[in-house]
């Protein structure tokens, strides 16, 4: 890879022809349409918060350098930048009055509202730039190490860049698109945004089977993206049809691991209903995102719960009356080591060494009280807890 460093080009030159989408939130063209601010596997723009976006400007207006920018070249007099677009964008669109700065008296100012020697200021500032000409996969290689400062991109973010490509373009298009009207759909079952690729990941997750860079590296010159499409609307629909109400406790579950496990069970949706209301009202429950699987399990693996367990007090309190039955009747005050017929028949076991178990299991609707509290020496607990 060859890199050349160029002082020479100034924030005018660059925001000569600056075009900017507002509808998708990105800088595409500077230096009269030869620089390309936004490409494929770079992420959207993130900084029109008011705050870094702002900071680019204050940068400016006192002469402080606004860090190093990486170009690629990709043909003669035409690149690409590969790292300081969101910068770029920021002071493009500064220029182009997208946005107002507050001024030394607090008055919000535009770009053209400014005084002559404050504009000369900002455009005749001399950028340092990196221009880098090699394999695409050098480059791309690279830019993952240099991204690792600034806002880091974040692994899906990366992977677009690495897999860059037709698609991961109408991956993008469909998953990434804040303008999809499905989005609102999929995050009740997917966590995240659509900008920082999180419903992209979601749905390459599930179809590789957690083997993301694979797959995309695989698809990378695919032009449609079908079966990843089809995939994940199955799953959707999947979890939409078996569990028919929306509750917050279903938001980044592993559908994909779920859908391939049970997705070919028969399920009735009227009934699930009803156990997801039940369990969701069940106060021993502390693991309310553990309900889905537990049904879909058929209702067995309390673990997925995490049943509330008895208090201190409580076991004090059992353990106590226990052992003095017990020591009463020179038995065990463990009652399944009591009924036993080895040396343990008559072991009174510290309370450090029992575990409370319910009586009548929770899953049977026994309650996590003292009247349904049993301790019981750990060997025993683990034993009866696996029948
Ligand atoms: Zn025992």
Not at 156 to 183: C, D, M, W
Request: with cysteine; net charge neutral.
């Amino acid at each position: 890879m060859k890199t050349t460093l160029r002082t020479d080009i100034t924030i005018d030159a660059i925001c000569e022809g600056f075009m900017y989408n507002e509808l998708e939130g990105k800088g595409l063209f500077g230096l009269a349409g030869k620089l390309t601010i936004q490409p494929e596997y770079q992420r959207n723009y993130i900084y029109a918060d008011g705050k870094r976006d702002v900071a680019v400007i204050d940068s400016l207006l006192r002469g402080y350098p606004l860090g190093l920018i990486y170009f690629v070249k990709v043909s003669d007099g035409n690149y690409e930048v590969l790292d300081g677009q969101q910068r770029i964008t920021s002071f493009g669109r500064y220029v182009t009055n997208r946005f107002a700065v507050k001024d030394e008296n607090g008055m919000e100012q535009y770009f053209e509202g400014i005084s002559k020697d404050k504009q000369a200021r900002i455009l005749n500032t001399k950028l340092t730039i990196y221009v880098c000409e090699g394999e695409e996969s050098e480059i791309k290689e690279w830019f993952k190490t240099i991204n690792i400062a600034g806002v880091p991109l974040n692994a899906q973010e990366l992977r677009n860049a690495i897999y860059s490509g037709p698609f991961v373009s109408a991956a993008k298009e469909e998953f990434s698109n804040t303008k999809n009207a499905n989005i609102q759909k999929w995050a009740a079952y997917v966590k995240g945004s659509a900008n920082r690729q999180d419903f992209l990941e979601c749905a390459l997750d599930w179809v590789s089977k957690g083997n993301i860079d694979n797959y995309m590296s695989s698809h990378r010159k695919d032009t449609n993206i079908n079966e990843l499409k089809t995939y994940f609307n199955s799953v959707i629909d999947w979890v939409s049809t078996t569990f028919k109400d929306v509750e917050k406790e279903m938001c980044g579950l592993d559908w994909g691991r779920l859908y391939e496990e049970h997705h070919k069970k028969p399920y009735d949706p009227n009934k699930v209903s009803q156990q997801v209301r039940s369990l969701i009202e069940d106060v021993f429950i502390t693991d309310k995102k553990g309900i889905y699987e537990y049904i879909l399990g058929g209702s067995e693996d309390t673990k997925l719960l995490n049943v509330r367990v008895f208090s201190e007090a409580t076991k004090k309190a059992v353990y106590a009356s226990q052992t003095k039955e017990a020591k009463a009747k020179n038995l065990s005050n463990c009652s399944y080591c009591a009924i036993g017929h080895d040396s343990n028949k008559s072991k009174i076991w510290m309370l450090k060494e029992m575990d409370a178990d319910h009586v009548a299991a929770w899953s049977k609707g026994g309650a996590t009280d003292i009247n349904n509290c049993e301790m019981l020496c750990k060997a025993h607990n683990r034993a009866k807890g696996n029948r």
